[in-house]
Structures are given as structure tokens and as C-alpha cells.
């Protein structure tokens, strides 16, 4: 899994918040793989070093650098490795549950802070020189949560909307200077947060979803996942800028349709549809 002459991302560094574990510990090993030199953010000190030992024993080049995300911690990592060319908004928390006017406003508004918040200040550190560079790439993990209802998770529905939304807007606004832009709907990666769902009784009540999808073997790979944010980081979709996209969609089918999806307005909020390959 170690990086090797001619990978795809070499000479690339990439900023993956969120990576102390799980889905962001994937997706750092991977974008190391591929060639980046990968700065992985959380919270949790032991949790990166462990990322970056992984990372390091496959054979690529990563730094940890503890942070909240709600307090984005970027500079540091541009002064450890070099300027930013990926940015990856992975950290997020799950949703406090139940009924949204029962929920404690305080754990509500927090999910907004981690999810949508954190996601905003780390684009507003490394979209300026990736401007003033004239190319970068920002890939925000969402999620299908914030196209459904959001019924007994509302904060984190609302949340992962407004971050879909964010997406396009930082898609239209960086796009002239080279910047590129995509809202990434991963599945269901059996993240802690899922962990937490599956282990709670109550928790299982409420979103019952959950654990049919892990039931019927319907959850992700984090090693897919991953793979999707390798895939966009290499600039294969560049022309879906703006676009929600999803790990079970057919890029190359949707990237021949990029104009009609741009000229109609498909990118908004899942309305992009292509044939999706057998999982």
C-alpha cells in the first residue's frame, strides 16, 4: 500500500480532518498511497499517531495535528508539509436523538458547529492560496441524511444539507480560479457513530434504517470510500464540480453528462442520476 513512483497524488498534500479513525484513517492510508503527503486532524493525539504509524509502515509520509475542528488548525499543517491542494472535510459527530423540540439546543447547535462550521472555517483557511495558486480541490463528506426527512436527527440532517449546499456555492464562487468542489455521500461506513446506533437499544428504535442496512450487508467498505475521494483528488471528475455525489455512482457515466448536468441544474441536492455499477 506504500507509495510508489508515478502515483497519482504525488507531490500533492492533502488535509483530511476527522482522520484519527475510521473513514478518515482510511482515507488518509489511501491518499498516502496514491503518492500525497496526508495531514491528518482530530482531536484525539493518540489516535493520529496511530494513523500516522499506519500510514508511515505502508510506506507513505503523513503528520498529525491535534485540533477541533471548530477551530481549524490549517496553517499548522501547511507549515509541517506545504501548501494545501486537498482539502478533506471528513470530522463530524453524530446526531443527538429524538424529537428536535425535546433535544437539548445546546447538543443540537453543537452538531451544526462540528459538521457544518468546521467544515466552513478549514475551507476559509486553504481556499486562498489554493485561489491564488490556481488549483485545489475541497471534497466535503455528507451524507443521504441531508436529503431525507431527518426525523429524530434533525440536527444532523440539517447539518449535512447545509453542508450539500455549501458545496455548490464554494463550487460556483472558486471555480473561475481552478478550484474544485464536491459534496460526497461515502454510505454507510460503520463509523463509531453507527457503532453507537447499533449498540443502543434506543438508538436502534429511533432509526431503525441503521441496522436493517448493516443487517442486509448494505454498509460501505471505508476502504470504498475512500477510493471515491482518491479518485476525485486525482481530478478525474473535475467537470462535476459542485456536484453531490455518491460512492455508488458510475463517474465516468456522470462526467460524460457533466454539461447537461451543469445546464439543468442536476447537481442540486441528489438530483444527479447515472447507471450504478454492482457493488
Known amino acids: ?37 496526508v495531514a491528518v486532524v482530530a482531536r484525539t493525539r493518540e489516535q493520529l499517531e496511530e494513523t500516522v504509524a499506519l500510514v508511515g509502515a505502508d510506506g507513505g509520509r503523513a503528520a498529525a495535528v491535534v485540533a477541533d475542528v471548530a477551530e481549524p488548525a490549517a496553517a499548522e499543517a501547511e507549515r509541517r508539509l506545504g501548501p494545501v491542494d486537498l482539502l478533506v472535510n471528513n470530522a463530524g459527530v453524530g446526531p443527538p436523538v429524538g424529537l428536535t423540540w425535546e433535544i437539548d439546543p445546546a447538543a443540537w447547535w453543537r452538531t451544526l458547529e462540528v459538521n457544518l462550521r ?32 431527518g426525523r429524530h436527527f434533525s440536527a444532523y440532517a440539517t447539518s449535512k444539507a447545509a453542508l450539500i449546499r455549501l458545496s455548490e456555492a464554494l463550487a460556483v464562487e472558486a471555480g ?45 467498505p471505508p476502504e470504498r470510500a475512500a477510493a471515491l475521494v482518491v479518485r476525485l483528488a486525482t481530478g478525474a471528475a473535475d467537470a462535476l464540480s459542485g456536484c453531490y455525489l455518491t460512492v455508488q455512482d458510475d463517474l465516468p457515466a456522470l462526467v460524460a453528462r457533466a454539461e447537461e448536468i451543469r445546464r439543468d441544474g442536476l447537481h442540486r441536492m441528489g438530483l444527479v442520476t447515472a447507471p450504478r455499477p454492482a457493488p
Not at 513512483?5 to 482522520?19: I, K, M, R, W
Not at 466552513?120 to 488549483?135: D, H, N, S, T
Not at 480560479?177 to 446506533?197: H, K, N, S
Open 118 to 149: 468546521g467544515p466552513l472555517l478549514f475551507a476559509r483557511a486553504v481556499l486562498p492560496g489554493m485561489v491564488a495558486r490556481g488549483r485545489g480541490r475541497v471534497v466535503n463528506v455528507a451524507s443521504g441524511a441531508g436529503l431525507g426527512t
Open 176 to 220: 473561475d480560479a481552478g478550484v474544485r468542489v464536491f459534496a460526497v455521500d461515502p454510505g454507510l461506513v460503520q463509523t463509531a457513530m453507527v457503532t453507537e446506533v447499533l449498540e443502543s437499544a434506543e438508538w436502534s428504535r429511533l432509526l431503525p434504517g441503521i441496522p436493517a442496512r448493516v443487517a442486509e450487508g448494505r454498509d460501505v
Open 1 to 37: 500500500m506504500g507509495e510508489t513512483a508515478g502515483a497519482p497524488l504525488t507531490g500533492q498534500v492533502a488535509l483530511d480532518t476527522g482522520g484519527g479513525r475510521g473513514l478518515g484513517r482510511a482515507m488518509a492510508r489511501a491518499l498516502a498511497a496514491a503518492g500525497a503527503a
